[in-house]
C-alpha cells in the first residue's frame, strides 16, 4: 500500500494550494476507503484536517479551515485532493494523507506546505 502526496510548497498569505494524494496496492477498491488530510505543525501534534467517506463522499472540516479547504476524491483516479484557498501562515505545516478501511489505516510520507510572505 502506497499513499504519495505531491502539490506543497512556498506560498504567500491569502494564496491558494491544491494538494494531491496518489493511491496505489489497496486490497479492496479505493472507494471502500475513508480518506483523511492531516497536517502537523512544528511543536504540535498531527490534527485532522478534512475527511471524505467512502460512500456518498461526506465530508468533515477542522473549525479552523471550514470555508476555506475544500477535500475531493477521484476513484477512478485513485486520488484525493485537498484545495487550500486564503492560506494563513497558521496553516504551515506537513500534511499527511491518510486512509482508513475497518481495521486497516495506511499513511503518506507528507508534503510541506509553508505559508510566507
Known amino acids: 500500500v502506497q499513499l504519495v502526496e505531491s502539490g506543497g510548497g512556498l506560498v504567500q498569505p491569502g494564496g491558494s494550494l491544491r494538494l494531491s494524494c496518489a493511491a496505489s496496492?489497496?486490497?479492496?477498491?479505493?472507494?471502500?476507503?475513508?480518506m483523511s488530510w492531516y497536517r502537523q505543525a512544528p511543536g504540535k501534534e498531527r490534527e485532522l484536517v478534512a475527511r471524505?467517506?467512502?460512500?456518498?463522499?461526506?465530508?468533515n472540516y477542522a473549525d479552523s479551515v471550514k470555508g476555506r479547504f475544500t477535500i475531493s476524491r477521484d476513484n477512478a483516479k485513485k486520488q484525493v485532493y485537498l484545495q487550500m484557498n486564503s492560506l494563513k501562515p497558521e496553516d504551515t505545516a506537513v500534511y499527511y494523507c491518510?486512509?482508513?478501511?475497518?481495521?486497516?489505516?495506511?499513511w503518506g510520507q507528507g508534503t510541506q506546505v509553508t505559508v510566507s510572505s
Open positions: 491518510y486512509a482508513a478501511r475497518g481495521s486497516f489505516s495506511s
Open positions: 496496492g489497496f486490497t479492496f477498491t479505493f472507494s471502500s476507503y475513508a
Open positions: 471524505i467517506t467512502s460512500v456518498g463522499g461526506s465530508r
